[in-house]
């Protein structure tokens, strides 16, 4: 099977801009997670969707939103992006239990 | 919330040389796991340790649960091992809490 794979792989945008990161998960995979990942604050959690609804959401602005379709693919939104929001964007699928989350290779923004 | 030491933070190590990571935390958790993350940010997981030991490869961890620490063993250690090790633990049945985690840089 193919691994998770995210796009864009880098991304530049500048103060005030929005960015959407796409992921795909692993075929059969319903559950999609995103976890932002910066020097200071190391790996957080930002959300999870399963079967198109989220499910669970971690302590970020309503900047930061998601979604996901029908095929499991999944979107994260940061709107009016701050210089804070340059980070290394990670996302993971599973199919069953929490033991068994596959990662991305992560999309690297930066915003100027 | 619970607390996780990751120690030592950074880890020099020379081609061949063996080491120990271990992971503290302040209480007990579920679903306890390792991962590393290569230079390119890439993460795999290694180990899923709840309690006990277990060996792949030059790999291997010891979750000791009772007395809450893990351990990640790395022997006859290579170039392909630098990168960050993270202990990891669950929190619910969906979300993933990580350590500060491990520097580690292997010189040939």
């Known amino acids: 099977k193919a691994g998770v794979t995210q796009t864009p792989r880098y991304l530049i945008k500048t103060r005030g801009q929005q960015v959407t990161l796409s992921c795909s998960p692993i075929?059969?995979?319903?559950?999609v997670s995103w976890y932002q990942q910066t020097p200071g604050q190391g790996l957080q959690f930002l959300f999870e969707y399963f079967s198109e609804t989220q499910r669970n959401k971690g302590n970020f602005p309503g900047r930061f939103s998601g979604r996901q379709f029908s095929n499991s693919r999944s979107e994260m939104n940061v709107s009016t992006l701050e210089l804070g929001d340059s980070a290394l964007y990670l996302c993971?699928?599973?199919?069953?239990?929490?033991?068994?989350?596959?990662f991305g290779p992560g999309t690297r923004l930066l915003v100027l | 919330g619970i607390q996780v030491e990751q120690s030592p933070p950074d880890l020099i190590l020379q081609e061949g040389a063996n080491s120990t990571l271990r992971c503290n935390f302040s209480d007990s958790v579920n679903n306890l796991q390792w991962f590393h993350q290569n230079p390119w940010g890439q993460l795999i997981n290694l180990f899923y340790?709840?309690?006990g030991t277990k060996q792949n490869g030059r790999l291997s961890a010891t979750t000791v649960a009772t007395e809450r620490y893990s351990l990640l063993y790395i022997s006859s250690s290579q170039t392909t091992d630098s990168g960050v090790y993270f202990c990891v633990f669950s929190v619910g049945d969906y979300k993933l809490s990580f350590g500060a985690g491990t520097t580690v840089t292997v010189r040939a």
């Open positions: 075929s059969g995979h319903r559950s």
């Open positions: 340790i709840p309690s």
């Open positions: 993971a699928s599973r199919s069953g239990s929490v033991e068994t989350q596959y």
